[in-house]
């Protein structure tokens, strides 16, 4: 039922297909929409970045110089917001739509006009969330937490505006699930076991069901904020017998998976990459399968992690505790893979292999201060100091987005036919790695001596190593321009694209393991 569903979109898409613009706002071909998602997650990119500099020009010297402390409040809420939803998120989502077809032989994804809706609501979800920001006592500047009674007794009156803006990218994240997994389950190609699948269609099924299972907990949270303040219940208000850490506790039992749903497509892309420039196949594949999914379920037990000093009983604090170490395991397996997977390989370096190397080793440092932040006691000195931005921005920054950069230069070939620009490559990552490693690593440092997040202003003591961090910002920032360019110059021609751009392993995630050619679903003579 569904290839001829598939067939049919197919064939009126060639045959009906609107011209010109309009033909990109009814598509429902899986690569144009994964193109359109890939554009706007790069724009939304830019946009949280150019925020991240007006927070590292006011942090550049002690005392108050640029903006309004409100108005820095702002900043750091709607980048973190802009970063998650609008970055990192879409970018993962293009991804899937421009690849999970091709890696499993489906001829596109299996709701491709729902594929289209989920893309379009995006751009007026953060036209709303960022046009909150010009009204009359300005936009959300209670942290991407959102938590209360920050967000309900003491939020401005544009919260309407960013409680509808999260439930529309909400509904965009559990519509683009929906349509991962009815594709991977229903539309694999004869001969395209679970087992024989590409590491990213994995990690791409695993989140998706994680997707469909936090994304209405975020809804939860936010329109119980929504009654808070507009219809005088009293969920999170002491007063009316509510409880503020109840807040706490719906929003990172979403928010704790969410944090795995940003990196487990990491996870995927780096296994694609690594063994195509290592020459060899991935070491231990059924692994890595185990462990995304053990990574997966484990990501319900650990949100409690986040609220260490909220008053827990000392047995929850012991339970997240262990579990948050536990959840480090699977992890770690994945990276002795990587590594074991470059192990006496052929390695050759290109743009794509320098992001996956990066994306280990920076992740794995990440990953360790996220260890740090797991044992109680010691979380009671680190929570809301600069030592947790420090941790969480390494597996987002040198996690997410490097992976995401690497998937980039690896799939550019395949999807505009050119190839990049190698030097301007190799000068983004440089640029990018050195100016990254600055802007985050001194942030362990003063966040360990006492300088707390989220505050506008620091005592002299700090003001040195913000100079430094500050100089990193602004070089990261602008090595993104260089990525821009290269995109940009790649998809308007240059050198071809061979047939295997990365002759790596068979051509690794080029060809499609399937006995029935790609074009047709006939059922090949030995499944007969």
């Not at 007026?124 to 909150?132: E, T, V």
């Not at 379920?297 to 992690?305: N, P, Q």
């Not at 006496?344 to 190397?357: K, N, Q």
């Amino acid at each position: 039922m569904s290839t001829a569903a598939g067939e049919m979109t197919h064939h009126d898409h060639h045959h009906h297909a609107p011209s010109g613009l309009t033909r990109w706002f009814f598509t429902t071909n899986h690569k144009e929409i994964g193109s359109l998602y890939l554009w706007f997650s790069f724009i939304m990119f830019l946009v949280g970045g150019s925020m991240a500099m007006v927070i590292r020009a006011e942090l550049f010297q002690p005392g108050l110089q640029l903006v309004e402390p409100h108005f820095f409040n702002q900043m750091t809420t709607v980048h973190g917001l802009v970063m998650v939803f609008g970055a990192v998120m879409p970018a993962f989502v293009g991804l899937a739509n421009w690849m999970i077809p091709l890696m499993i032989g489906a001829p596109d994804m299996a709701l491709p006009r729902m594929n289209n809706w989920s893309f379009w609501i995006l751009p007026f979800a953060f036209m709303i969330l960022l046009g909150s920001l010009f009204m009359e006592g300005g936009g959300p500047a209670f942290g991407w937490t959102f938590y209360a009674p920050l967000s309900t007794s003491y939020s401005p009156d544009s919260t309407a505006l960013f409680v509808f803006s999260i439930h529309i990218m909400g509904i965009s994240s559990i519509m683009g699930a929906i349509n991962v997994i009815v594709t991977v389950m229903n539309m694999r190609a004869p001969g395209m076991t679970y087992m024989k699948m590409p590491m990213f269609v994995w990690t791409w099924l695993i989140t998706a069901f994680l997707l469909i299972a936090v994304m209405p907990v975020l809804a939860c949270a936010a329109t119980m904020v929504l009654t808070d303040k507009y219809f005088g219940t009293s969920f999170f208000d002491a007063a009316g017998g509510g409880d503020p850490v109840l807040f706490q506790h719906i929003f990172w039992f979403f928010g704790h998976p969410e944090v795995y749903i940003m990196i487990l497509p990491s996870f995927g892309i780096v296994s694609a990459i690594i063994p195509a420039f290592s020459r060899k196949k991935l070491f231990g594949y059924s692994s890595m399968v185990y462990a995304t999914g053990a990574i997966a379920g484990l990501s319900f037990l650990v949100w409690a992690h986040h609220m260490f000093t909220t008053g827990m009983p000392v047995g929850a604090e012991i339970f997240f505790m262990y579990a948050t170490m536990l959840i480090s395991i699977p992890t770690g397996v994945k990276v002795f893979n990587w590594v074991a997977t470059m192990w006496r390989g052929a390695i050759s370096f290109e743009t794509p292999m320098l992001f996956a190397i990066a994306f280990v080793v920076l992740f794995t440092i990440g990953g360790f201060s996220g260890l740090m932040l797991a044992m109680t006691p010691a979380d009671f000195q680190y929570h809301d100091s600069y030592f947790v931005v420090a941790h969480f921005h390494y597996v987002l920054v040198s996690g997410a987005v490097f992976s995401i950069m690497a998937a980039a230069y690896y799939w550019l070939p395949k999807w505009t036919g050119h190839m990049y620009d190698e030097t301007l490559g190799r000068w983004h990552f440089w640029c990018s790695l050195i100016s990254v490693n600055v802007l985050f690593f001194p942030m362990h440092f003063v966040g360990l001596a006492g300088m707390p997040r989220r505050i506008p202003d620091y005592a002299l003591q700090f003001a040195d190593i913000n100079k430094i961090v500050s100089y990193g910002a602004f070089a990261f920032g602008l090595s993104q321009l260089i990525f821009l360019w290269v995109v940009i110059k790649c998809a308007r021609g240059g050198e071809r694209a061979p047939m295997k751009p990365w002759e790596g392993a068979e051509g690794l995630e080029w060809t499609i393991p399937s006995p029935a050619p790609l074009h047709t679903f006939e059922t090949p003579p030995e499944v007969k």
